[in-house]
């Protein structure tokens, strides 16, 4: 059997298909401002990596802030849930989640895969992604790149700001001052850890701690956060798609309540069908 | 000091975005000038006073003393004294508007609320500078986006007919709001009105807790924009006086107060 999850994101979509025991594929694209369109575009790449057809899809869940966007996914679940069952399939015994995504910052609590609590900073740029985005776009360099080059620094600078755009302007004052690019990027990595270390610490972080999110692609950011922490955290081979995989699993979970019967029917039912938007002609869909 | 002779001070006020200078004789403003920092303290500083002096017709030996407040006054290469921005702009409110004892400023790396006594000396302050969305930075961003003249923002502003309602407090997701309500064919006036009233929204929230008196003036860069002016006006169900030249305000207080020193 195969099951899907779509994690929308604000920045970036996923998505994987998943057999009873392991990840058959997975796809990570940018989010554009149509979801819907995206998503079954995005869909129809992920069948064909995986060379099935979407009648073989058994279940779809979707998740992220774009979930409700997804005509043809089976059922929704937050991203909370799907990030904590993400993680508890690859580290069962993790207690604390840090997702740094693109637009927003969790912490997540969880005790034998059960859900305790969570915080959530989805308010202000300072601590996800969108921070790391600004900075590397003033500073002139590749997002991709700042938390390798951070890690030559010998001596991170003092950036005093929270605030996405005062940093901003703090990190080029530091830079017309004369301080290198490697100091300049430790300290906003300390600056950014320390904003979601103290958001976190609310819900009282504990051993196992996990991260994940696009936020830890960023080995500076990753290594920031584990010296506040006070000890090394566990991260998933790719953290992109933590939500996803954890639709997926639930996927998995809601076909075992399901009796076959309906479940066929269910899936006659189910269309993958391009959406379009008023104004403009039909784009080509395909039937599943 | 004596009343009958003639004194010639300076104030700067060197701020994160615009640095400004006055060139007072007594209590007589000679001459201002009003440049952008663009980050370089230094030379703006340097600049912008010896602008004002040559404005004034003065040279630096001129001068009998020098005050300075802002961010980079530090910069400055002659001899000067540092006072706080919280009291320059009282002082300068007070030069201009003696019954004034709130004042809200507006600028553009913080946001401040003074109660001033009736010397213009600061009785009680509050100051949020740790958000560029509770600043007229906010402003400068969406008018980026917006493609449009700062100055423009609040002519703009006024014409609006239904403001458009930011869901968010954050300067860099205000940016994305304004571009998505772009895309969806928003108007830039009800953009900007709207963008006022978030701003407004702050400002007042900060006023409530520090009890606003009778007289309240608005002073910094936030003061030139009209549409500011009056959204800030309705929340605090109050009227506000500004001066002919909010920019200044903070460099007047600062050459008022470096005489008596």
Same mark, same amino acid.
């Given at each position: 059997m195969f099951f899907a999850g779509l994690d929308i994101g604000s920045t970036i979509t996923k998505i994987?298909?998943?057999?009873?025991?392991?990840?058959?594929?997975?796809?990570?694209?940018?989010?554009?401002?149509?979801?819907?369109?995206?998503?079954?575009?995005?869909?129809?790449? %992920?069948? *064909?990596? =995986?060379? +099935?057809?979407?009648?073989?899809?058994?279940?779809?869940?979707?998740?992220?802030?774009?979930?409700?966007?997804v005509p043809f996914a089976d059922r929704q679940v937050t991203e909370i849930s799907c990030h904590m069952r993400g993680i508890n399939w690859f580290f069962?015994?993790?207690?604390?989640?840090?997702?740094?995504?693109?637009?927003?910052?969790?912490?997540?609590?969880?005790?034998?895969?059960?859900?305790?609590?969570?915080?959530?900073?989805?308010?202000?740029?300072?601590?996800?992604?969108?921070f790391l985005e600004v900075i590397s776009e003033a500073l002139g360099v590749k997002v991709e790149e700042i938390g390798d080059i951070s890690l030559r620094s010998t001596n991170p600078a003092k950036i005093s700001s929270l605030c996405t755009v005062f %940093?901003? *302007?703090? =990190?080029? +004052?530091?830079?017309?001052?004369?301080?290198?690019i490697e100091d300049i990027l430790a300290g906003i990595h300390r600056g950014i850890a320390t904003r979601i270390y103290s958001m976190v610490e609310r819900i009282n972080i504990e051993k196992e701690v996990a991260l994940t999110g696009g936020g830890v692609k960023n080995v500076g950011l990753r290594k920031a956060l584990e010296e506040r922490i006070g000890f090394p955290a566990v991260v998933p081979p790719e953290p992109l798609i933590t939500g996803a995989l954890g639709a997926a699993l639930f996927a998995q979970e809601y076909v075992g309540r399901i009796d076959k019967k309906e479940l066929e029917t269910r899936k006659k039912e189910r269309r993958l069908e391009a959406v379009t938007f008023f104004g403009e002609g039909p784009t080509r869909g395909q039937n599943g | 000091m004596n009343s009958k002779e003639t004194l010639?001070?300076?104030?700067?006020?060197?701020?994160?975005?615009?640095?400004?200078?006055?060139?007072?004789?007594?209590?007589?403003?000679?001459?201002?000038?009003?440049?952008?920092?663009?980050?370089?303290?230094?030379?703006?500083?340097?600049?912008?006073?010896?602008?004002?002096?040559?404005k004034a017709g003065l040279s630096?030996?001129?001068?009998?003393?020098?005050?300075?407040?802002?961010?980079?006054?530090?910069?400055?290469?002659?001899?000067?004294?540092?006072?706080?921005?919280?009291?320059?702009?009282?002082?300068?409110?007070?030069?201009?508007?003696?019954?004034?004892?709130?004042?809200?400023?507006?600028?553009?790396q913080a946001s401040r609320v003074i109660n001033v006594t009736k010397e213009g000396k600061v009785a009680d302050c509050i100051v949020s500078?740790?958000?560029?969305?509770?600043?007229?930075?906010?402003?400068?961003?969406?008018?980026?986006?917006?493609?449009?003249?700062?100055?423009?923002?609040?002519?703009?502003?006024?014409?609006?007919?239904?403001?458009?309602?930011?869901?968010?407090?954050?300067?860099?997701?205000?940016?994305?709001?304004?571009?998505?309500?772009?895309?969806?064919?928003?108007?830039?006036?009800?953009?900007?009105?709207?963008?006022?009233?978030?701003?407004?929204?702050?400002?007042?929230?900060?006023?409530?807790?520090?009890?606003?008196?009778?007289?309240?003036?608005?002073?910094?860069?936030?003061?030139?924009?009209?549409?500011?002016?009056?959204?800030?006006?309705?929340?605090?169900?109050?009227k506000l006086l500004v001066s002919d030249d909010p920019f200044i305000t903070g460099a007047i207080g600062a050459a008022l107060i470096a005489v008596e020193k």
């Open positions: 994987v298909i998943k057999t009873e025991d392991e990840i058959w594929t997975s796809v990570i694209r940018p989010t554009g401002a149509e979801h819907r369109r995206l998503a079954h575009k995005l869909m129809e790449e %992920a069948l *064909q990596k =995986a060379n +099935l057809t979407f009648g073989q899809l058994d279940y779809i869940i979707a998740t992220g802030y774009g979930r409700i966007n069962p015994g993790v207690k604390t989640i840090i997702d740094i995504g693109g637009q927003d910052c969790k912490g997540i609590k969880v005790n034998n895969g059960k859900l305790v609590n969570f915080v959530m900073n989805d308010k202000c740029a300072a601590g996800t992604g969108r %940093a901003e *302007q703090e =990190a080029l +004052l530091r830079l017309s001052e004369g301080v290198s | 010639y001070s300076a104030g700067l006020d060197i701020g994160s975005a615009l640095s400004k200078a006055v060139i007072m004789k007594n209590r007589t403003v000679l001459s201002s000038s009003v440049r952008p920092t663009e980050g370089n303290f230094s030379h703006a500083a340097n600049t912008v006073l010896n602008d004002a002096l040559e630096h030996s001129d001068l009998a003393s020098i005050g300075a407040c802002g961010l980079g006054a530090s910069f400055l290469a002659y001899p000067f004294t540092k006072i706080t921005e919280i009291s320059c702009h009282s002082r300068g409110v007070n030069y201009f508007f003696p019954s004034v004892r709130t004042v809200i400023e507006v600028g553009n500078d740790r958000c560029a969305a509770g600043s007229s930075r906010i402003l400068q961003i969406i008018a980026k986006v917006l493609k449009v003249d700062l100055k423009d923002m609040g002519p703009l502003s006024l014409k609006s007919t239904n403001p458009v309602r930011f869901t968010t407090g954050c300067a860099v997701f205000a940016e994305t709001e304004a571009i998505s309500r772009v895309a969806e064919g928003m108007r830039k006036e009800d953009i900007i009105a709207g963008l006022h009233q978030a701003l407004a929204a702050r400002i007042s929230a900060m006023a409530q807790r520090i009890k606003l008196k009778e007289e309240c003036a608005i002073t910094g860069g936030g003061a030139k924009d009209i549409g500011l002016v009056r959204a800030v006006e309705g929340k605090i169900e109050k």
